[in-house]
């Protein structure tokens, strides 16, 4: 971001004087809810309003010209058909900020707006936004009503909904907020500006981020590199990703969602936690904002219930979600034997009621022993915190007892929100103790915590300058066949079959020649050679080839390669596919005609080390033919890693150049790996 950019964002959400564009004493209106807010809010207030001298006995001013000194900040309570004008004027103070709460509709108005912010250098929150609380200040440009006062905690909000943003707000849950941002549109200032405003300062102690659309993705890529390296968890909740919801997003803000991959792929590349839905965000909040942290080296989960039927709910969930649980030590279930009541398994998870007699001190015993075993990163007391007729606490008992005297994560576990004891509830989380509220968000928080932080790939490695400007011009020419394309590959590092381009059968016969049969035959009339019948495969003889080339010259043309066969293997995809919103993903994938139909794939940003391209191949399904399946030999592990580290390599080299490129099927074997089929669709 540049200074004068961050200068305007700063100005924005710091400010200390604030313009009211479109006050009104008008009850109920728009205008009103503006000065109510401004009113509880720490800014020097600015009425603006052409209908009246005063309201309320405060001075109204007929514009913002007239206004008696500069501000910072200009809220634009107006409708779509006097926002530019507004806007100017705005810019014409020198006013460095403004929020858009209307719609701003229309492409035109919408690229109005965009020009006259970027020519007067303005940052700008909207539009189609409910505005921002800055609750470290007491700044508060909303026009909508929200909590007073707002929680004060360590969570700094951004999101594109701004009903959700006034759900969060109004949550009541164990956390508080530094800063609450409703985005909207992001016509000029986005979530990557909001990123790098939170990720300077100290007291944020977790970004939650729910988006429907990336923009600036490189900028918030850097900013969320920077919020990992100073160890702030990043929470990011993205909507819109479904075929159905993109187009839902699209229509909403004008802009498409990225895909579920992508941001798959941009979560692991940045260290951030991708959660599903509300519930699953504000529980994974609520989680970390209890300050207590894994320890070293264990990665798993424990649970202590008081329902066989529940424990078992919690293992069928957290197996879905794949979620560990930690194998307790022999020490931690001999203990745990001791304290249980006849009849009852020492495990993990625990199943503790047994007669009800004793409870505090059995739940209390059972959980320290669980918090204490090496290998559990966060404990949970899995009860459902019902009301107690007899006025019984010894659940929240428990729990508050081994809180006093251990800083390892603990929180409780409810299955259902609304029978929850709210005066329990309180309890706890006064006490500092979360209380997740629902068994799958719940399960899905208590896993994030355990793995937290997460890897984020070393810095780029080295370009090789040459090669990426000669490859780059290349793919600025037309003519692109098989042959071609397995010299690119090759020169990344990535083995492939022989292969020569013939136009003619003359050609092909000679290219057979040369090559030496067994050979296959290839059109390069179609993208998808199989489907169309473009493929002939072990071809023994000149008389063969002649035959099958005229056949497949007179359906899909001339144009065809010749290439040596390969051995047999399993097949893997490779490739770098150019995503709207995330630019260049590497993609791993069960390969060969099924690819679509099987949809065995993961993806991954640029770079890609080798550690992370193990992991990648290992979450595949077809990962066990890798490894050697009913007494097959395994493939060659290391070399079909590095042929995606050499994908990765060309993604950050040739990335801007490129559609997409493939290798499929990539042949891998125990003698090596082999790309026999390659495609290249420059940008």
């Given at each position: 971001?540049?200074?004068?950019?961050?200068?305007?964002?700063?100005?924005?959400?710091?400010?200390?004087?604030?313009?009211?564009?479109?006050?009104?004493?008008?009850?109920?209106?728009?205008?009103?809810?503006?000065?109510?807010?401004?009113?509880?809010?720490?800014?020097?207030?600015?009425?603006?309003n052409?209908?009246?001298?005063?309201?309320?006995?405060?001075?109204?001013?007929?514009?913002?010209?007239?206004?008696?000194?500069?501000?910072?900040?200009?809220?634009?309570?107006?409708?779509?058909a006097?926002?530019?004008?507004?806007?100017?004027?705005?810019?014409?103070?020198?006013?460095?900020?403004?929020?858009?709460?209307?719609?701003?509709?229309?492409?035109?108005?919408?690229?109005?707006?965009?020009?006259?912010?970027?020519?007067?250098?303005?940052?700008?929150?909207?539009?189609?936004?409910?505005?921002?609380?800055?609750?470290?200040?007491?700044?508060?440009?909303?026009?909508?009503?929200?909590?007073?006062?707002?929680?004060?905690?360590?969570?700094?909000?951004?999101?594109?909904?701004?009903?959700?943003?006034?759900?969060?707000?109004?949550?009541?849950?164990?956390?508080?907020?530094?800063?609450?941002?409703?985005?909207?549109?992001?016509?000029?200032?986005?979530?990557?500006?909001?990123?790098?405003?939170?990720?300077?300062?100290?007291?944020?102690?977790?970004?939650?981020?729910?988006?429907?659309?990336?923009?600036?993705?490189?900028r918030?890529?850097?900013?969320?590199?920077?919020?990992?390296?100073?160890?702030?968890?990043?929470?990011?909740?993205?909507?819109?990703?479904?075929?159905?919801?993109?187009?839902?997003?699209a229509?909403?803000?004008?802009?498409?969602?990225?895909?579920?991959?992508?941001?798959?792929?941009f979560?692991?590349?940045?260290?951030?936690?991708?959660?599903?839905?509300?519930?699953?965000?504000?529980?994974?909040?609520?989680?970390?904002?209890?300050?207590?942290?894994?320890?070293?080296?264990?990665?798993?989960?424990?649970?202590?219930?008081?329902?066989?039927?529940?424990?078992?709910?919690?293992?069928?969930?957290?197996?879905?979600?794949?979620?560990?649980?930690?194998?307790?030590?022999?020490?931690?279930?001999?203990?745990?034997?001791?304290?249980?009541?006849?009849?009852?398994?020492?495990?993990?998870?625990?199943?503790?009621?047994?007669?009800?007699?004793?409870?505090?001190?059995?739940?209390?015993?059972?959980?320290?022993?669980?918090?204490?075993?090496?290998?559990v990163?966060?404990?949970?007391?899995?009860?459902?915190?019902?009301?107690?007729?007899?006025?019984?606490?010894?659940?929240?008992?428990?729990?508050?007892?081994?809180?006093?005297?251990?800083?390892?994560p603990?929180?409780?576990?409810?299955?259902?929100?609304?029978?929850?004891?709210?005066?329990t509830?309180?309890?706890?989380?006064?006490?500092?103790?979360?209380?997740?509220?629902?068994?799958r968000?719940?399960?899905?928080?208590?896993?994030?915590?355990?793995?937290?932080?997460?890897?984020?790939?070393?810095?780029?490695?080295?370009?090789?300058?040459?090669?990426?400007?000669?490859?780059?011009?290349?793919?600025?020419?037309?003519?692109?066949?098989?042959?071609?394309?397995?010299?690119?590959?090759?020169?990344?590092?990535?083995?492939?079959?022989?292969?020569?381009?013939?136009?003619?059968?003359?050609?092909?016969?000679?290219?057979?020649?040369?090559?030496?049969?067994?050979?296959?035959l290839?059109?390069?009339g179609?993208?998808?050679?199989?489907?169309?019948?473009?493929?002939v495969?072990?071809i023994?003889?000149?008389?063969a080839?002649?035959?099958?080339?005229?056949?497949?010259?007179?359906?899909?043309?001339?144009?065809?390669?010749?290439?040596?066969?390969?051995?047999?293997?399993?097949?893997?995809?490779?490739?770098?596919?150019?995503?709207?919103?995330?630019?260049?993903?590497?993609?791993?994938?069960?390969?060969?005609?099924?690819?679509?139909?099987?949809a065995?794939?993961?993806?991954?940003?640029?770079?890609?080390?080798?550690?992370?391209?193990?992991?990648?191949?290992?979450?595949?399904?077809?990962?066990?033919?890798?490894?050697?399946?009913?007494?097959?030999?395994?493939?060659?592990?290391?070399?079909?890693?590095?042929?995606?580290?050499?994908?990765?390599?060309?993604?950050i080299?040739?990335?801007?150049?490129?559609?997409?490129?493939?290798?499929?099927?990539?042949?891998?074997?125990?003698?090596?790996?082999?790309a026999?089929?390659?495609l290249?669709?420059?940008?």
């Amino acid at each position: 971001m540049t200074d004068s950019r961050r200068a305007a964002v700063a100005a924005m959400l710091g400010a200390r004087s604030v313009a009211l564009v479109g006050a009104s004493p008008r009850p109920g209106s728009f205008g009103e809810r503006m000065m109510i807010e401004a009113r509880r809010s720490s800014g020097r207030m600015h009425l603006v309003n052409p209908r009246y001298d005063r309201i309320d006995g405060i001075v109204c001013a007929p514009s913002l010209a007239a206004l008696d000194e500069p501000v910072d900040l200009v809220l634009l309570g107006v409708p779509d058909a006097a926002l530019l004008d507004e806007l100017k004027a705005a810019a014409a103070i020198g006013a460095p900020s403004a929020v858009i709460f209307g719609s701003a509709h229309g492409a035109s108005l919408r690229q109005g707006v965009t020009e006259v912010a970027a020519g007067a250098r303005m940052a700008v929150c909207g539009a189609g936004c409910m505005g921002f609380v800055n609750n470290t200040t007491g700044l508060r440009a909303l026009g909508y009503l929200e909590p007073d006062p707002l929680p004060p905690g360590g969570v700094s909000l951004v999101t594109h909904s701004g009903s959700a943003f006034s759900t969060i707000l109004r949550a009541g849950r164990g956390f508080g907020f530094r800063l609450a941002v409703s985005s909207g549109q992001e016509l000029v200032t986005d979530t990557a500006d909001y990123v790098d405003y939170i990720v300077e300062d100290p007291d944020t102690s977790l970004i939650a981020l729910l988006l429907e659309t990336p923009r600036s993705v490189g900028r918030l890529r850097a900013g969320l590199h920077l919020a990992a390296e100073r160890g702030i968890p990043v929470v990011i909740l993205p909507v819109g990703h479904s075929p159905r919801g993109r187009a839902m997003v699209a229509a909403h803000s004008g802009a498409l969602a990225g895909d579920a991959a992508g941001w798959r792929a941009f979560c692991a590349d940045t260290g951030a936690i991708r959660v599903s839905d509300m519930a699953e965000f504000v529980d994974t909040i609520e989680l970390f904002e209890a300050g207590r942290r894994r320890r070293p080296g264990s990665r798993a989960i424990a649970t202590a219930h008081d329902s066989g039927a529940e424990r078992a709910l919690c293992a069928d969930i957290a197996h879905e979600l794949a979620v560990d649980f930690a194998e307790l030590t022999r020490a931690t279930l001999a203990t745990l034997g001791e304290l249980l009541d006849e009849g009852l398994t020492a495990g993990n998870p625990l199943d503790v009621w047994g007669t009800g007699a004793d409870t505090r001190e059995l739940f209390g015993g059972c959980l320290r022993a669980l918090v204490d075993d090496p290998g559990v990163a966060v404990t949970a007391l899995a009860v459902d915190l019902v009301t107690e007729f007899d006025g019984d606490t010894a659940y929240s008992d428990a729990i508050l007892d081994i809180a006093a005297d251990t800083d390892a994560p603990l929180a409780v576990l409810a299955s259902v929100p609304s029978a929850i004891d709210k005066t329990t509830a309180k309890r706890l989380r006064n006490n500092g103790i979360p209380l997740l509220e629902g068994t799958r968000s719940g399960i899905a928080a208590l896993g994030h915590l355990a793995r937290w932080p997460l890897p984020v790939p070393a810095g780029i490695p080295e370009i090789d300058t040459a090669r990426a400007q000669r490859w780059a011009a290349k793919l600025g020419e037309p003519g692109w066949d098989s042959p071609t394309a397995f010299a690119l590959l090759a020169d990344y590092g990535i083995s492939v079959t022989r292969s020569r381009a013939a136009h003619n059968a003359t050609e092909a016969l000679a290219a057979a020649e040369a090559l030496g049969y067994p050979v296959a035959l290839k059109t390069q009339g179609s993208e998808h050679k199989s489907d169309v019948g473009g493929v002939v495969l072990d071809i023994s003889d000149r008389e063969a080839l002649w035959v099958a080339y005229e056949e497949m010259a007179g359906r899909l043309g001339p144009d065809v390669s010749i290439d040596a066969m390969a051995p047999a293997g399993v097949e893997i995809s490779l490739g770098v596919v150019r995503d709207d919103n995330f630019g260049p993903l590497i993609v791993v994938a069960a390969g060969g005609t099924m690819v679509e139909l099987l949809a065995d794939r993961t993806v991954a940003c640029a770079p890609v080390s080798r550690e992370a391209a193990v992991a990648l191949l290992g979450s595949l399904r077809a990962a066990p033919l890798l490894a050697g399946w009913r007494g097959a030999q395994p493939v060659d592990l290391a070399a079909l890693t590095d042929a995606v580290v050499g994908f990765s390599q060309l993604a950050i080299e040739l990335g801007e150049y490129l559609d997409a490129i493939e290798a499929n099927p990539v042949i891998a074997s125990a003698a090596g790996v082999l790309a026999v089929d390659a495609l290249v669709i420059p940008r």
